[in-house]
């Protein structure tokens, strides 16, 4: 028999949204909501996903992350 971990300590999938058309993933993390940033880059277009990146940055309550 395989032992199993209990399903509260598991993270759940990412949820999938769209944005004219494209994907957009969500996941639930330390009870906060997260985009996917190279999702959100990509529906917007790369020059404003860069901005947005830049914008966010200096926003000292905002954690960026590649990935």
């Known amino acids: 028999m ?3 971990t209990p399903s ?3 993270h759940p999938p990412p949820l999938c949204f769209h ?3 494209k994907p957009l993933h969500v996941q ?3 009870g906060q909501w997260w985009l996917y940033a190279a999702d959100v880059q990509a529906a917007v277009g790369r020059r404003l996903g860069q901005r947005l990146q830049h ?3 200096v926003d ?3 954690k960026l992350t590649d990935g």
């Open 2 to 4: 395989t032992k199993q």
């Open 8 to 10: 509260h300590s598991q």
């Open 19 to 21: 944005y004219h058309g």
């Open 28 to 30: 639930r993390h330390d």
């Open 55 to 57: 914008v966010l940055a």
């Open 60 to 62: 000292s309550t905002t």
